[in-house]
């Protein structure tokens, strides 16, 4: 066989095998990535092995014996080909940590703000490992940057001094400074800042108040006596004719979760999330205005929140005082009206019409209901606990709760959205509040 033949032989045979290749990566062949952002990789070293081969058939129509006149070999076709391969910019440009897709909030967050992955500057929450779940019950000082910044976390029955923005005595964020008198469910809890009270109230009605002097303890524990300091001395519901009330104490004493931390107070009961008002009594119609006075103590008025948008869907924990964990997603407590701050000078009906015998009315004057957020519930198994400051995910990172939820966001507060309100519901703006 000549030089010639031979030299064509071997160009056939490579353009053969490197178009066998191509079939092989279009069929699927050679496995198979599932990662997030492995298609365009993918599709990019396709592309190039696709110029590549289309350059080598090319070479064999045009350039069939690559000889010299000495009979030397001058095809160059398989060192374009080996540089195509060492230098492949579209595939290394992938590499760039905001290419590819966020598989955590944090990563989420980081790309929104033009951050490579591996340059996080959140700060990661040290000496909690494997004590916060979601279960963990904060303090709520950390917002409001008392002169001792640090407070407490309830867990797994004990009592820990926290601190989200500088190490304690021990190197870190947490450490143990307590115990609970008691070993059981919690349903109500309350801890007041820099750690001087704490109140915990258990499934079987027993009451502590746990004081010292700062978060690091020691802690002195009072049993309250709930025969005479109940949860609740009376809880009415409206009954269906919108106007007279019903004693349902009895079914609220046995509820889910008692959550005090805001005002009017959030209750879970019976896989539903409602609410518990102060109810005050009408006192005297003849008088300027209509003038409504305090019941009697711990004395309320409970009623539901809109949960449509949340479905069959269990509401499983309350964050400070406006974030409903549920089982699949998280939701946000928003005013659907606007709240009445004034409700002494305005006048109240019952549901026929009749003027309101007690406060809150029929319905309630703030009318509540959830809205789902996204980015959470797009990173639902990545959320270890909420508190007043911050998100814990769960590989334990800090993560500002502004950046999640926004400027106007407060942990004890309720939004009151002005979109949700029609254009002639304007009126006496003054006596109406939005966060």
């Keep these: 066989m000549n030089n010639a033949s031979y030299k064509l032989r071997k160009k056939f045979i490579s353009v053969l095998i490197v178009n066998i290749a191509v079939v092989m990566l279009m069929s699927g062949c050679g496995g198979h990535k599932s990662n997030k952002g492995a298609g365009d990789k993918g ?3 396709f592309s190039n092995l696709t110029k590549d081969s289309n350059k080598d058939n090319k ?13 030397n070999d001058t095809d160059n076709s398989d060192n374009d080909t080996g540089n195509k391969g060492t230098n492949n910019n579209d595939t290394d440009n992938m590499d760039s940590k905001t290419d590819t897709e966020p598989v955590n909030i944090e990563q989420e967050l980081l790309k929104q703000r033009g951050i490579d992955f591996d340059k996080s500057d959140y700060p990661t929450f040290t000496g909690g490992e494997g004590i916060v779940d979601t279960d963990s019950v ?51 809890c309350k801890l007041e800042y ?30 309250i006596d709930t025969a005479q300091y109940p949860m609740f001395t009376k809880v009415y519901r409206y009954q269906s004719d919108g106007k007279t009330l019903e004693d349902c104490t009895e079914a609220y004493m046995n509820l889910d979760k008692y959550y005090q931390d805001s005002y009017p107070n959030i209750v879970f009961m019976n896989g539903k999330i409602g609410i518990v008002e102060s109810k005050q009594n009408f006192f005297d119609e003849n008088s300027a205005g209509r003038i409504y006075f305090d019941g009697e103590w711990r004395e309320f008025i409970g009623y539901d929140i809109d949960t449509s948008v949340m479905g069959n ?20 407590i928003i005013y659907a009206k606007r709240p009445v701050l004034t409700p002494d000078k305005d006048t109240y009906k019952n549901q026929d019409g009749s003027y309101a015998q007690y406060l809150p009315c029929y319905g309630s004057m703030h009318h509540m209901k959830l809205r789902k957020i996204e980015l959470l519930s797009n990173y639902y198994d990545d959320v270890r606990n909420i508190c007043s400051t911050g998100v814990i995910t769960k590989d334990y990172k800090i993560l500002p709760i502004k950046e999640i939820m926004g400027d106007r966001y407060s942990y004890d507060s309720f939004f009151y959205d002005w979109s949700l309100d029609e254009a002639d519901n304007y009126e006496n703006q003054s006596n109406n509040v939005s966060n």
Excluded at 313 to 332: D, G, H, K, Q
């Design 194 to 223: 820099d750690g001087q009270g704490l109140e915990v109230e258990y499934r079987n009605h027993h009451n502590y108040k746990l004081t010292s002097t700062s978060a690091a303890g020691p802690f002195t524990a009072k049993q």
């Design 313 to 332: 869907e269990t509401p499983i924990r309350l964050f400070n005082s406006n974030i409903v964990m549920t089982n699949c997603a998280f939701y946000e």
């Design 59 to 71: 070479s064999s129509d045009t350039d069939i014996d690559n000889t010299d006149s000495n009979g």
């Design 138 to 188: 904060f303090g709520s000082s950390a917002f409001y940057k008392y002169t001792n910044s640090n407070y407490n976390m309830i867990s797994g029955g004990k009592i820990y001094e926290v601190n989200l923005e500088a190490k304690l005595s021990n190197g870190q964020n947490c450490r143990l400074v307590g115990t609970l008198p008691e070993d059981g469910e919690i349903i109500s």
């Design 43 to 45: 599709k990019n070293v």
